[in-house]
């Protein structure tokens, strides 16, 4: 039996597609021509996960259900990062194209390290490095 490759699509419904697009590449993100149109844009995070970036009409066709109010939260979606440097930069990306910057407080507890910060549609991400052998209690062993 074949096995599939696990993914997960994230959409977004987004006010204006360009600046979208501008935005998550900023970040990091790729996009693929092959899943995009003028209606929406596929961008790639890593090989499992993508996040399609829709214009309100095109997510009008997946779903009638209301979108959230402007300055709530429906959910965060979080991206661990290799370093804090590169939690730092994620968010100065977000900040100078369009997004917010610590729309949460920081928080650093030693062994992980998260900012969130917030697309310019209002969609929360988290961006956080963790060393899981600075965890407490990972230096313990089971007698």
């Known amino acids: 039996m074949a096995t599939t490759q696990k993914m997960i699509f994230i959409s977004l419904p987004v006010q204006d597609l360009p600046a979208s697009n501008a935005f998550y590449q ?8 092959q899943l995009s149109d003028e209606a929406g844009t596929a961008m790639v995070w ?26 709530t939260a429906d959910s965060m979606l979080n991206l661990s ?17 369009g997004g917010k910057a610590d729309v949460n407080p920081v928080q650093d507890l030693g062994f992980m390290y998260a900012r969130d910060l917030s697309d310019p549609d209002g969609h929360l991400w988290g961006a956080f490095w963790m060393d899981p052998a600075s965890m407490p209690g990972a230096a313990q062993t089971s007698a």
């Open 81 to 97: 990062l290799g370093s804090r440097e590169a939690v730092d930069s994620m968010n100065t990306a977000a900040a100078a194209h």
């Open 46 to 71: 890593s090989e499992a996960i993508h996040v399609m970036l829709l214009t309100h009409a095109k997510w009008r066709s997946f779903t009638d259900r209301p979108f959230p109010p402007a300055g």
């Open 26 to 33: 900023a970040l990091g993100f790729e996009p693929n021509p």
